[in-house]
């Protein structure tokens, strides 16, 4: 398979650093106030090359108690001939100390569905054959369980989130152990307020986060970035990590409890050919169903 590099260094969304943190960490299901509802779709810039990556996300988490969330995640990914599904049910509980800060847990369960496809998503450009023993022997293995585990801990300015999205991943097939995947996920966050003054009114804040992605193959990945949010009326944010790519994003409020952030990454694998050259565009939509302070 020409693509197991390509996959374990793409299944990644950008809106999930400062956004949609629950499509990765089961423990942030429920943090919000409300039911939230994310949609995500990431493509390349340049789609005149046929196989090219495409990915989609969708997920909606709500708190249950006030300790207590649930969620749900769906991704799909299709590269060239080889489409990947995942589902996935997420639970998450949380204690608090007398020092303010706070702990959660949260544990995933699902399945993943691997398959070679005979017409990929290039409109029929690229063909599989469907008697190849590589592809029977993806395509013979029924879905497989898939479980997650998950932990942040944090206060009003910090945060610190340790991911184990893999865990049954070793016990899979021999053939779906070829692909690239992550086998562990780290991150820390700070939060600094930036209002109070004529310009930027007092929910005006930045956030700096560096973290860390440990694949099964190609190693670890170390990463770092900013947000900036100015009146909960555009934020801005910039990401950038040992592999040379390099993300910029800017996010517009469509009301009071929607909002759509746009991301475009560009350098390392993303300027490869296997990427078409022109870098890689992820559109982000979410949906609060409570109104945000």
């Known amino acids: 398979m020409t693509h197991t590099l390509v996959w374990g260094q793409n299944n990644f969304f ?6 949609n943190k629950v499509v990765f960490n089961p423990s942030q299901s429920g943090m ?4 939230r509802l994310n949609g995500v779709f990431r493509s390349p810039m340049n789609n005149s090359q046929p ?18 969330g649930i969620g749900l995640i769906l991704t799909r990914q299709n590269i060239g001939i080889l489409n990947q599904t995942l589902f996935n049910f997420s639970y998450a509980y949380g204690m608090a100390f007398k020092s303010g800060m706070k702990l959660r847990f949260g544990i ?12 990929s998503n290039a409109g029929g450009q690229i063909i599989g054959d469907p008697g190849d023993p590589t592809v029977l022997a993806y395509n013979s293995v029924p879905p497989s369980f898939f479980s997650s585990f998950g932990l942040t801990l944090y206060t009003d300015k910090l945060e610190v989130q340790l991911v184990a999205p893999n865990l049954t991943a070793k016990m899979q097939n021999k053939t779906l152990q070829t692909l690239d995947y992550v086998m562990m996920q780290g ?3 700070y939060k600094l307020s930036m209002g109070g003054g004529k310009l930027l009114g007092p929910g005006s804040y930045a956030k700096i986060y560096a973290g860390a992605i440990m694949y099964k193959e190609t190693g670890m990945i170390i990463q770092g970035g900013f947000q900036v949010n100015a ?7 910039f990401i950038y990590n040992t592999n040379g790519i390099m993300t910029v994003g800017v996010g517009v409020p469509i009301e009071s409890t929607a909002q759509i952030n746009l991301n475009y990454s560009v350098g390392g694998l993303y300027s490869a050919t296997t990427y078409g050259g ?6 982000h939509f979410v949906y609060r169903f409570k109104k945000r302070s």
């Open 187 to 189: 991150g820390l966050g």
């Open 108 to 119: 995933g369960a699902g399945f993943r569905n691997t398959r070679v496809v005979e017409n």
């Open 278 to 283: 022109s870098g890689l565009a992820e559109i």
């Open 14 to 19: 950008s809106s999930s650093v400062f956004e």
């Open 32 to 35: 919000g106030e409300g039911l």
């Open 51 to 68: 196989g090219l990556a495409k990915e989609y996300a969708a997920t909606a988490d709500v708190p249950i108690s006030e300790t207590a």
């Open 231 to 237: 009146n909960n009326l555009l934020s801005a944010n």
